[in-house]
């Protein structure tokens, strides 16, 4: 059965650091892994997504992510973060049938 | 186009009372699917339809029913909502592309409370 953690419930982190949000998964056949983004209220939208090839995607809004499958790992990065980008980040992967799996998020607060 | 649509935004039921969570999209895509989304648990899905007339169970699908008649719509029904059922429900839709890829749309979202 497949499974995604994200280890860290909440992060802060100061406006221009960087930021890494952690991200493991288990999952019988290769994985499809995506990083969403929901602002309060909101519903949620696509960061990037990793079906196949280089193993470093880049996303919106400056985010890139890394697939590690010795470690069974996708984390998230950005080299500064912004003030609009406290949010949820939920990682997740892709199932059978177009579905996803995803983890219990990981809420961003961006301290000026 | 405008994506994938849920009515209402915002329900209150009281528990024993039925009804239905609309879900359209105009994008032409075969899979649709429904999520719940509470506190600390991420998104779980409830059922999902991999076209017209096809539809399964996912991971929490109890108290819950779909039907999927078109292409464009898939509505959620509770048959007798339950404070259990109090959360956000999600509709989104997706359409499979090349080399196994695929990208879901989600919906604004329904908050739905029971009492």
């Known amino acids: 059965a497949q499974s995604v953690t994200q280890p860290d419930i909440h992060i802060t982190v100061s406006e221009g650091a960087s930021l890494e949000l952690r991200c493991n998964y288990s999952?019988?056949?290769?994985?499809?892994l995506f990083w969403y983004v929901q602002s309060p209220g909101q519903g949620l939208q696509l960061l990037l997504k990793y079906f196949s090839g280089d193993t470093l995607v880049q996303g919106i809004k400056g985010f890139e992510a890394e697939f590690k499958r010795s470690q069974s790992s996708f984390n998230l990065r950005k080299p500064s973060v912004h003030w609009s980008d406290a949010a949820e980040y939920f990682c997740a992967v892709g199932t059978g049938a177009n579905n996803l799996f995803f983890g219990t998020g990981t809420r961003l607060t961006v301290i000026p | 186009n405008a994506g994938v649509t849920q009515t209402p935004k915002f329900q209150v039921l009281k528990t024993g009372q039925s009804m239905t969570l609309q879900c359209a999209q105009d994008?032409?895509?075969?899979?649709m699917s429904w999520y719940r989304q509470d506190p600390g648990m991420g998104l779980r899905l409830i059922h999902y339809s991999v076209g017209a007339g096809i539809t399964d169970q996912g991971e929490v699908p109890n108290g819950y029913n779909v039907s999927r008649s078109t292409t464009e719509d898939f509505p959620l029904r509770l048959l007798s909502a339950a404070p259990s059922q109090t959360s956000v429900y999600f509709c989104a839709s997706s359409y499979p592309g090349p080399f196994g890829s695929y990208e879901q749309y989600f919906g604004p979202g329904t908050r739905l409370t029971v009492t």
């Open positions: 999952y019988g056949a290769t994985p499809y």
């Open positions: 994008m032409n895509h075969e899979y």
